[in-house]
């Protein structure tokens, strides 16, 4: 099993902490998300423990996993966040977030983001690109501010993840290239809308290994001792996110495996001065989630066994956008019930529809399945396609569960829309 202790098997049944997940079903229906307020507090934990006594922030990556009852949590046990959208921002500080603990990421930052950002005043602006330092410097100057500002580089290294999820590699749209990087901070300087606070990169997301980390790091550590030759100094180095979780049989770092090494270098050479940032998302929600689905119809046909349930790929996309594995578990086996392999699918009308492939289950019509690991950027991803109300979400503590977002109604889908008078 992949998913945080926090679900465990007992009596037969699967459980969200101290809840069978069949009654959380029954209660609040399915397609339904359950999340564990407890694995929430240990993922972070190992965080905390790792930064110990360090000059560190952890800002949580919102876009993982941005429920308000998540992100209230977070800021709760003391992180920062990464942001990347003025969405986003509304988000953290509705769940009370401190702005001077938040940075926002991103290539596209529009004006209006900018703005609210400046006005709220955010820890730093991770700026992409020249034009974005650009624009980033004029409305900070219009509005009378200054901008704290950290180039996100591109280190050119292969986080040996997923094309679609890496992300520090030349070809990727991210940050600036590293070597053009000297050149870009001087005109930065010359700007009096900016003030120059940090760097950062982000290489990617489910990394598994830490090479590629310390590969980025040497990379940024050399950007420094030009930019420190130049008289430009710093405040803090982030390290982006992208720690990976257990899906299947992976074996991720831990936090300490990462910033143990980290620290060191740095100390080594000289910059304990300097704060590190780390922006993870996966690593602290993705095994505190699971996805309730009950199963519609077994279809058997001459070549495959379906299993349809009620989730699909509107609820998450991981499997068809990325080929992404996440186990799948009987809730409440039955004894008796012939094992059989199934591809699970939901009722969404595309073949790319799919949530597993070729599972050995046992399995009857009217079973709760659990996809397991599905804290981390599946609510957050999930659409309304086939006019499908997104699932709800509930968070578990002990004996405790809250409904943290009501199922969407089928009138909440289209109550926006209006159909235009003839003329
Ligand atoms: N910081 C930046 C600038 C990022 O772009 C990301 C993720 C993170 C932090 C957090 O990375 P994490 O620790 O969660 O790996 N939808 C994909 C993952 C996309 C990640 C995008 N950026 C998936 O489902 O695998």
């Not at 992404?324 to 790319?352: F, K, L, Q």
């Not at 309304?384 to 578990?396: C, G, I, M």
Request: charged share 20%; aromatic share 6%.
């Amino acid at each position: 099993m992949t998913a945080d202790s926090q679900f465990p098997l007992r009596d037969g049944i699967l459980h969200a902490e101290a809840i069978p997940l069949s009654e959380l079903a029954d209660r609040y229906g399915t397609p339904l998300y359950v999340y564990s307020r407890t694995a929430l507090q240990s993922a972070w934990h190992r965080y905390a423990q790792a930064i110990a006594g360090r000059n560190a922030l952890i800002c949580y990556g919102v876009k993982a996993n941005s429920n308000l009852a998540i992100l209230h949590e977070f800021q709760r046990l003391g992180t920062g966040f990464d942001i990347v959208s003025g969405g986003e921002l509304e988000r953290i500080l509705a769940a009370g977030a401190r702005p001077d603990r938040v940075v926002f990421s991103g290539v596209g930052k529009q004006g209006w983001e900018i703005r609210k950002a400046l006005t709220t005043g955010i820890k730093c602006f991770n700026v992409e690109s020249a034009t974005e330092l650009e624009r980033l410097a004029d409305i900070a100057q219009a509005i009378g501010v200054r901008a704290p500002v950290s180039l996100r580089v591109n280190p050119d290294v292969d986080a040996h993840t997923h094309p679609y999820i890496s992300t520090g590699l030349k070809e990727n749209k991210f940050g600036v290239d590293i070597r053009l990087a000297p050149d870009l901070y001087r005109q930065a300087r010359q700007l009096p809308g900016l003030e120059i606070v940090g760097v950062d990169c982000h290489i990617g997301s489910q990394i598994t290994q830490v090479a590629p980390y310390l590969d980025a790091l040497d990379k940024l550590l050399n950007l420094i001792d030009i930019l420190a030759a130049d008289g430009i100094t710093l405040k803090h180095l982030d390290l982006g996110g992208g720690l990976g979780i257990r899906y299947t049989d992976e074996t991720p770092p831990d936090p300490a495996q990462l910033l143990d090494p980290v620290f060191a270098k740095l100390s080594a050479r000289g910059l304990d001065h300097l704060q590190v940032i780390l922006e993870p998302g996966r690593s602290l929600v993705g095994n505190a989630g699971v996805l309730l689905t009950r199963v519609e119809y077994l279809k058997r046909t001459e070549v495959r066994n379906f299993a349809i349930v009620d989730a699909a790929m509107n609820d998450l996309m991981r499997p068809a956008l990325y080929q992404a594995w996440h186990e799948v578990v009987p809730v409440a086996p039955r004894a008796g019930t012939p094992v059989a392999t199934y591809d699970i699918v939901g009722p969404i009308c595309e073949s790319g529809d799919w949530l597993a492939r070729d599972r050995a289950l046992p399995l009857e019509q009217g079973d709760l399945l659990a996809i397991l690991s599905t804290g981390a950027y599946a609510f957050t991803m999930s659409s309304q396609y086939n006019t499908r109300p997104r699932a709800a979400e509930v968070l578990v503590d002990g004996q405790h569960s809250w409904l943290v977002r009501p199922r969407e109604t089928i009138q909440d889908l289209f109550a926006q829309e209006r159909i235009p008078h003839q003329r």
